[in-house]
């Protein structure tokens, strides 16, 4: 396979999580947002405050929600344009259904799940003939291509594992599953697979060892180690002993940081070149931006 | 040290993944009921033993611990079973589906040199141990006034699976998940001598899905509780605590502890991001990390270490509520320890 192309990362991203109602800080107003981002015309507002900006690309986990959000980009000149950066799975809607159904049904829902009566019976066959035979990756591949069912033609950059996923991968050792998904993604889709971390020293670790030494990795990036396991200091030393990019997320540290002072954390770091940020109203977006591309332009 | 999983969903692959990141510990088994977890622990994991019957995985994997993520009826039993055989464990809570099968598992516990605990992560969790801190050193003065309130946005319908099964689960949203806000109020508060509580089915047939609860403690305090999994807005678990003193207040929830004084101004706030220190391993949230490490400290440092009184507490304390609920009136809790009977 070619090298990976790391130089069409863009250096700023608009974040998702305003938009399903995640808050680190404060519940109350995460509930709120939520709300208010049920009509889809407030989140495109959001996507145009970006490009306003010059941020052309935008990072989403797969929320139910997203299937209008992608309905709305496809249909909009400009939004269709957008980078898009993909985290699956999306963590919230697995853990209810392993709770409420057990792993089979929840892997035959996830599969019934699919839109469309043909892709649907594909993915059964499919999905069925792996479960049948054993082929466990084959099978997480399904899910992969049922996550990435709603992005069909938009310019998808990046498809990231979810750190919930990659940490069961650390903590099992299954550096088989980092292999296979590191390959799919660049077989079937031709991005950059990319593996999003709370560890990102155990994670550079697995990766190494299943022979990946350069690709997209986001994880917690902040002046207060929010995220940064086992600790700041050791996540920036491992930084620039591996050739991976950074892409820093949770860079104001949940809102508990102000956007100059964050930034310039990071960016000092000399090795963290792509931030994902955030926000949810036009004031805010065009300071952060302003600042954020203040610090982090394109090489 | 080697460990055992019991029940390999999403709680026993947690456990399971925090564990083998801790130096001197090792998955080495792994029983579940279902064939395609089997067949894919064979196949992805081929270093750990797989076993479809706990008893065999007890007897036979060579383990010195187990961790017991199965539906709730089956704790007791697969606890039992371990201490018989001299291993550690952990369990998810609750501990069992009735109080009495928590009072057999006290007994056979008793003078036995095992670690032992029960997953009630929230102890864990930094900005409730910043509360606890607080409230020990005093700063909000003498408490006057406890609310609280636990929610999730989880059932909006009949709901089929063990959890809304009585005879499986014990009960509903108290048993299996108010419960950590009991736990975490006879933590904050001590001993409780008065229930009056109210539970309430929305949507599911046998379980409750709400309830509101009054709890008096032997120092005189009284708490509020309201706890519901039929609440919307709430797509990620939420506990929070609203607790006024002589010279102030103080509110705990998962996110940030907040002192203001008695003018209502923030005299200190803490935020989940200014208590994150770094930790060994993060997968899902820095409690259930800190959880694991404990429970692995205590058997490799051989320290008899155990929770099981303060499980038992809070189990009676659901029973408790039940009871007042189905009484219609307030219950008197016996203070004290627990009473094996």
Redesign the interface.
């Known amino acids: 396979m070619k090298p990976l192309d790391l130089s069409v990362v863009e250096p700023v991203m608009l974040g998702d999580n305003q938009f399903?109602?995640?808050n680190?800080?404060?519940?109350d107003k995460g509930?709120a947002m939520?709300?208010r981002f049920r009509d889809i015309s407030e989140i495109k507002k959001i996507m145009y405050y970006a490009i306003d900006n010059g941020v052309n690309a935008v990072f989403f986990s797969t929320h139910p929600l997203v299937y209008q959000i992608t309905d709305m980009m496809r249909a909009d000149a400009a939004l269709k344009k957008m980078s898009v950066y993909v985290n699956i799975p999306y963590i919230?809607k697995y853990?209810?259904m392993?709770?409420?159904?057990?792993?089979?049904r929840t892997?035959t829902t996830m599969l019934l799940g699919e839109k469309g009566l043909m892709r649907k019976m594909a993915f059964i066959m499919r999905g069925g003939i792996s479960?049948a035979r054993?082929?466990?990756?084959e099978l997480a591949n399904c899910l992969v291509d049922v996550e990435m069912g709603p992005f069909y033609d938009l310019n998808v950059k990046a498809i990231f594992l979810h750190?919930?996923l990659t940490?069961?991968a650390?903590?099992?050792?299954?550096v088989?599953?980092i292999k296979n998904f590191y390959q799919y993604i660049r077989r079937r889709y031709q991005v950059i697979p990319a593996f999003g971390t709370?560890?990102y020293p155990?994670m550079a670790d697995i990766l190494k060892r299943a022979e990946i030494v350069r690709t997209l990795v986001m994880c917690g990036v902040?002046k207060?180690?929010?995220?940064?396991?086992?600790?700041?200091k050791?996540c920036e030393e491992e930084f620039s002993r591996h050739s991976h990019a950074i892409l820093a997320m949770?860079p104001l540290?949940?809102g508990?940081l102000k956007p100059e002072e964050a930034f310039e954390y990071i960016a000092s770091l000399g090795t963290v070149k792509h931030i994902v940020v955030g926000l949810s109203s036009k004031e805010h977006a065009d300071e952060t931006f302003r600042i954020a591309r203040k610090y982090f332009t394109k090489a | 040290m080697k460990v055992g999983i019991v029940g390999f969903?999403?709680m026993g692959?947690?456990h399971?993944?925090?564990l083998?990141?801790i130096d001197g510990m090792e998955?080495a088994a792994i029983t579940d009921s279902?064939r395609?977890?089997i067949?894919?622990i064979?196949?992805?994991?081929p270093n750990?033993g797989h076993f479809m019957s706990y008893e065999k995985m007890i007897d036979h994997a060579g383990i010195d611990a187990v961790v017991i993520t199965t539906p709730t009826f089956s704790h007791v039993p697969i606890a039992l079973k371990a201490i018989k055989k001299g291993l550690h464990f952990f369990m998810e809570k609750p501990l069992g589906n009735t109080l009495s099968n928590a009072f057999v598992l006290e007994k056979a516990l008793k003078g036995r040199p095992l670690v032992s605990m029960v997953g009630f992560h929230m102890r864990y969790i930094p900005t409730f141990v910043k509360g606890k801190e607080l409230l020990t050193r005093n700063a909000i003065g003498n408490v006057r006034e406890i609310s609280s309130e636990i929610y999730v946005s989880?059932i909006f319908s009949p709901?089929?699976?063990w959890?809304y099964d009585p005879s499986v689960s014990g009960g509903g949203i108290v048993i299996d998940y108010t419960i950590h806000l009991l736990d975490i109020l006879h933590w904050y508060f001590g001993e409780v001598t008065t229930v009056k509580a109210k539970v309430k089915s929305v949507y599911s047939k046998l379980v409750e899905d709400e309830v509101k609860a009054e709890f008096g403690f032997r120092n005189g305090l009284s708490a509020s509780i309201i706890s519901s999994w039929s609440i919307p807005?709430?797509?990620?678990p939420?506990c929070a605590l609203k607790i006024t003193g002589d010279n102030g207040s103080m509110t705990v929830?998962?996110?940030?502890v907040t002192v203001t004084d008695k003018n209502g101004s923030i005299a200190q706030r803490h935020?989940?991001?200014?208590l994150?220190?770094?930790?060994?391993?993060?997968?899902?949230g820095c409690c259930y990390s800190l959880q694991m490490e404990a429970f692995a400290r205590a058997i490799i440092s051989k320290k008899h270490s155990s929770n099981i009184l303060d499980a038992v507490y809070a189990q009676r304390l659901v029973d408790a509520i039940y009871s007042s609920s189905s009484r219609g009136s307030a219950v008197a809790f016996a203070g004290g320890p627990n009473e094996a009977s």
């Open positions: 399903f109602g995640v680190h800080l404060s519940p509930r939520e709300e919230s853990v209810r392993l709770s409420e159904k057990g792993m089979e892997i479960l054993g082929n466990y990756l750190d919930a940490g069961l650390i903590g099992y050792d299954m088989n599953v709370l560890n155990l902040n207060k180690g929010y995220f940064m396991n086992p600790g700041r050791a949770s540290a949940a508990s | 969903g999403k692959m947690l399971g993944a925090l083998n990141k998955v279902s395609v977890i067949n894919a064979r196949s992805l994991l750990i989880d709901q089929k699976g959890r807005g709430y797509r990620l939420y929830n998962d996110h940030s935020t989940v991001a200014d994150y220190s770094g930790y060994y391993f993060d997968i899902a």
